[in-house]
C-alpha cells in the first residue's frame, strides 16, 4: 500500500511551472449584451410584406452566445421577440445560433401593421422558465443580458431595417375599356376609353383595365390578355 505524500508538477526549462504560464484559462464572468437588432444578412430585405411572408431578424450580442430551450410540441419554451405589429403584438420566435447572432423568424398574420417595424420595448428579448441564452462556454453559466436598444433608437430594428408591414386588402379603384393593348403602360395612358356608346364589329379587341388602390400582382394566369395598373 503506498501513501501520496507530495504532488509533481510539470516543469519546463523554458518558462515556469505555474498554472497561468502553462494553459490558456480565462476567467470572463462578464454577460454578453446585445449591439443591435436587424434584418438576417441575406436573407431579409427591406420593403413591404403582406399576409403570409416571413420575416427573418436577427439579434448581435457582442460575445458568442448558446441557446438552450426544450424542444416540445409547443412554440412555448422558445425565446421570441415580441413586435410592435398594430392591435395585436406578434412573437418572432427563436431559429438558430450563429457565433454572436441568435436569430427569429416571424409570419405576417391578418391585421398586422406596421409603417417601419421595430419590437416593443427594451424587454422584448423574453427567455422563458427553463430555456437560456448564455456566452458560449464547455459548460454555459454566465446568463445574457436581454436589454435591447430603445426601439426607434439607434441599432433597434427599425434603424437597422425598414420593414413596411401592410395586410390592407387592395381594393379596385377603377375599371374601364381600350380599344388599345393597355398592357404596356405608355400605350395605356394614351389609349382613348371605350363607353357605352362605342359600337364594335366582330373580331374587334377590347382590353380591360382595372386599376387597384395599392401596388398588385397577379398569381398565376388569365386565359385572355389583360392589364393590372396601380397607382
Known amino acids: 500500500m503506498f501513501e501520496l505524500t507530495h504532488v509533481c508538477c510539470r516543469y519546463l526549462r523554458s518558462g515556469g511551472s505555474s498554472l497561468g504560464y502553462n494553459s490558456d484559462i480565462v476567467i470572463n464572468t462578464t454577460p454578453p449584451t446585445v449591439v443591435s437588432v436587424g434584418p438576417k444578412k441575406n436573407v431579409q430585405g427591406a420593403g413591404t410584406v403582406g399576409v403570409g411572408e416571413v420575416i427573418n431578424l436577427s439579434v448581435t450580442f457582442d460575445q458568442n452566445v448558446t441557446v438552450y430551450h426544450h424542444n416540445g410540441p409547443t412554440l412555448s419554451t422558445q425565446p421570441y421577440l415580441l413586435l410592435e405589429t398594430g392591435s395585436t403584438n406578434r412573437k ?131 386565359t385572355n390578355r389583360h392589364a393590372f395598373e396601380t397607382p
Open 92 to 222: 418572432a420566435y427563436y431559429t438558430s445560433t450563429e457565433g454572436t447572432l441568435v436569430h427569429f423568424v416571424y409570419t405576417v398574420q391578418p391585421g398586422d401593421s406596421a409603417p417601419d417595424l421595430d419590437y416593443v420595448s427594451t424587454a422584448a428579448l423574453t427567455i422563458p422558465t427553463g430555456s437560456y441564452i448564455r456566452r458560449s462556454a464547455t459548460t454555459p453559466t454566465t446568463d445574457v443580458n436581454p436589454a435591447l436598444p430603445s426601439p426607434g433608437e439607434s441599432n433597434s430594428l427599425a434603424d437597422k431595417a425598414a420593414i413596411l408591414v401592410d395586410t390592407t386588402t387592395p381594393k379596385v379603384f377603377r375599371v374601364d375599356a381600350s380599344p388599345t393593348d393597355a398592357t404596356n403602360a405608355a400605350i395605356r395612358n394614351s389609349a382613348s376609353t371605350l363607353t357605352g356608346a362605342t359600337k364594335l364589329a366582330s373580331g374587334d379587341a377590347v382590353y380591360i383595365n382595372v386599376k387597384f388602390n395599392q401596388v398588385s400582382g397577379l398569381v398565376g394566369s388569365l
